[in-house]
């Protein structure tokens, strides 16, 4: 049994105040942007203090739902982000499960290019795969929108980590009994896996929701504008034009279904950063 001591108890107290203070100091920004989408453009105009006092307005919210196109936008971003991460998922768990159980020629060269994709950055390629995309006429279409990002290497390097920390013995078990390697990665390796997985899927989603780059690049016509390409295109040169609080409605209005998302699968995300199974 472990003696709390005085000193104890104030170092405990201590790291936690540290950890009040931080959380203090990240969602400070945040509480901010929601105040200011509540307030009347008019006002922000001369002041962006105030935040707790009225007047208050549900207007540039209004203004952003009148708009015909947002909702189409939206889809569009869902559909993106949803294909990606499903194809993500699928071929990051099966790459990640070769990597961390079979042996094949080339394995190891293999694997340290897939590390060496991560220090890649994406405006390097972006020329070549705009000429890529444009030669085979498929900017505008959600082909050109999903594939690009399907060559996720992190995702890779998570699930083969991931895979190897299971036990191999359950795997033997199952081989004895004459199951195929696809049957023991389907029904016993996956399941397993679930908080990797949950992880994954909820970064490879943000990422894909909050892409404005390439979707800025491949999406030329308004009807396939992602929610962040087409959000930017209803702005003017400068943010008081069309109003602040309508610039942070925006934003608000483009988290919110990350923030849904997440808070379905926080049980998975928390397991699998603890290292813990989720039950």
Do not use: C
């Amino acid at each position: 049994m472990k003696i709390r001591t005085p000193s104890t108890a104030t170092g405990d107290r201590l790291i936690l105040l540290a950890v009040v203070l931080l959380a203090a100091i990240w969602i400070a920004p945040i509480v901010w942007v929601v105040g200011l989408s509540f307030k009347p453009n008019e006002v922000l105009m001369r002041t962006t203090g105030g935040l707790v006092s009225p007047p208050f307005t549900l207007k540039n919210y209004t203004d952003i739902l009148n708009s015909s196109a947002v909702f189409g936008w939206m889809l569009n971003s869902a559909i993106v982000a949803i294909g990606q991460m499903t194809l993500t998922l699928i071929l990051a768990s099966l790459t990640g499960y070769g990597f961390a159980r079979t042996n094949f020629p080339g394995k190891r060269p293999l694997f340290l290019l897939t590390l060496v994709a991560l220090a890649v950055p994406e405006q390097a390629i972006i020329v070549p795969l705009h000429t890529m995309f444009a030669t085979l006429d498929l900017h505008n279409t959600y082909i050109a929108l999903i594939t690009p990002r399907l060559a996720f290497p992190f995702g890779v390097l998570l699930m083969t980590q991931y895979f190897r920390a299971i036990s191999p013995e359950i795997e033997e078990a199952a081989l004895l009994d004459n199951a195929s390697r696809l049957r023991i990665f389907i029904f016993i390796v996956l399941p397993l896996s679930v908080p990797a997985q949950a992880t994954l899927g909820i970064y490879t989603f943000l990422h894909a929701w909050n892409d404005y780059f390439w979707p800025l690049v491949s999406a030329t016509r308004p009807e396939m504008y992602t929610l962040t390409v087409g959000l930017a295109s209803m702005q003017t040169n400068f943010a008081q034009t069309e109003g602040l609080g309508f610039l942070m409605a925006q934003a608000v209005f483009a988290g919110l279904p990350v923030l849904v998302l997440y808070l379905f699968f926080q049980r998975h995300i928390v397991a699998a950063v603890a290292g813990a199974p989720t039950r």
